[in-house]
């Protein structure tokens, strides 16, 4: 190893000797200098951070050859030996001196390369013993550095990086719980952090045996339902709202279907009444008694009871293979309103807002052949049949005719 590390830093120094015999002619600050090299037009490379030398992209190429490295990995791999040798001396000394494993240089300075020459020398400066220094650290220092030489460029990443907060909730798996995921603001993650806590540690005087990653989770429920003090239930405590959409069969008279929704995905019956069974839950039941019924309105305005009813019956976007929730889709008029298409469950279809627009702008039409059942044609011919049952290729057509944007095949019945 010891031996192979020499080797490593040898080959830096030939390097550095060779980068200071092909600078290109001219100002080492002028990006994109160019001098005539043989008859051509040799353009100087920027391959190390602002102050390194700009090298002859000719004998840079030759270089990399025969260091054996391929042109873009080659070019990398100077570029950061030009970082160190220009830009971070401290660093590039410690390699010479066989203190700092020059993989371990080249990591540091593919970190620096973009800083400005100020920070960068700031970094160096505080690397006088690099071989103690940890990623973390460096890149702290490489934060202060950006803060103190380039304020302009930290606050247009930090303005830019905040623009990518956000908190998602997942959907619940079969046991009924679901993942949470999302990136915050630090001091609002602080007190968030700092509620869960103070709240577990509650929960647990007050008897509650549960782990205490389980009571913070728990926890965090908590904070949410007391959030909702604008909704307060009869007895003035804020409640959790909960909508059951009974479908009654055979089966459920008989209780032969132990098996719940939340959106498509299945959860037990047992799990649906614990959730039921919390304290100030408010319950609002709303029988389906037939997802297939005819209740057209006069208006181009979609009405909450059609946008429910749609939802459940097509559980996602309609277009061939999407999964997007349908409760997060436009709904499209299947026959267009303005040509007699009624507003109704059995001529609206979910789509999202991509797919909508695809069918809306571009060449790729559906027909509704029964209520929930769709065939898609793209725009080279290819069809495919969306239902309940997923979507399945059929067979493929270069015909070239377009079908009507749908096809209402079912008039309400009115009386």
């Given amino acids: 190893m010891e031996q192979r590390e020499e080797s490593v830093v040898a080959e830096w120094a030939g390097i550095v000797e060779w980068a200071a015999g092909n600078v290109v002619a001219g100002s080492a600050e002028a990006v994109g200098a160019a001098t005539i090299r043989d008859g ?29 490295r391929s042109p873009d990995g080659g070019r990398v791999y100077v570029g950061r030996v030009l970082e160190c040798a220009w830009r971070l001396p401290q660093v590039y000394a410690s390699v010479v001196a066989g203190r700092l494993a020059p993989w371990r240089a080249e990591r540091i300075a593919e970190a620096t390369r973009p800083l400005c020459p100020a920070a960068a020398a700031f970094v160096d ?69 700092d509620a869960i806590s103070r709240r577990a540690t509650l929960l647990g005087r007050l008897g509650n045996e549960a782990s205490l990653d389980v009571r913070r989770s728990q926890a965090l429920g908590d904070l949410a339902r007391n959030d909702l003090t604008l909704d307060l239930g009869s007895d003035g405590a804020p409640s959790r709202r909960a909508v059951l959409n009974v479908h009654i069969t055979d089966a459920t008279l008989v209780g032969a279907n132990p098996v719940g929704r939340w959106d498509q995905q299945p959860v037990s019956a047992e799990q649906i009444r614990e959730w039921l069974a919390q304290p100030g839950m408010s319950v609002t039941v709303r029988p389906v008694i037939d997802l297939a019924d005819h209740v057209p309105v006069t208006a181009y305005e979609i009405p909450d009871r059609h946008r429910q009813a749609v939802e459940l019956r097509d559980h996602t976007c309609r277009f061939p293979y999407c999964t997007r929730p349908a409760m997060r889709c436009d709904l499209d008029h299947a026959t267009p309103h303005n040509r007699g298409g009624p507003t109704c469950p059995c001529n609206l279809v979910p789509l999202c807002r991509r797919h909508h627009r695809a069918k809306t702008h571009s060449q790729w039409r559906y027909q509704v052949t029964t209520i929930g059942t769709y065939v898609w044609r793209s725009p080279s011919g290819f069809h495919f049949e969306v239902s309940h049952r997923g979507t399945h290729p059929q067979e493929h057509s270069d015909s070239g005719e377009d079908p009507e944007p749908a096809v209402y095949r079912q008039q309400p019945d009115t009386h």
């Fill in 125 to 193: 400066r505080q690397l006088f013993n690099a071989t103690g220094v940890g990623w973390a650290q460096l890149e702290r220092l490489i934060a202060e550095a950006v803060i103190r030489f380039d304020p302009e460029r930290y606050e247009a990443e930090r303005s830019a990086a905040t623009d990518h907060r956000y908190v998602e909730v997942g959907v619940p798996d079969t046991n009924g719980l679901v993942r949470l995921d999302g990136l915050l603001d630090a001091a609002d993650g602080r007190d968030l952090d």
């Fill in 40 to 68: 051509f037009v040799d353009t100087g490379l920027p391959i190390a951070g602002e102050g390194a030398p700009l090298v002859s992209e000719f004998a840079l190429m030759e270089l990399v050859a025969v260091l054996g």
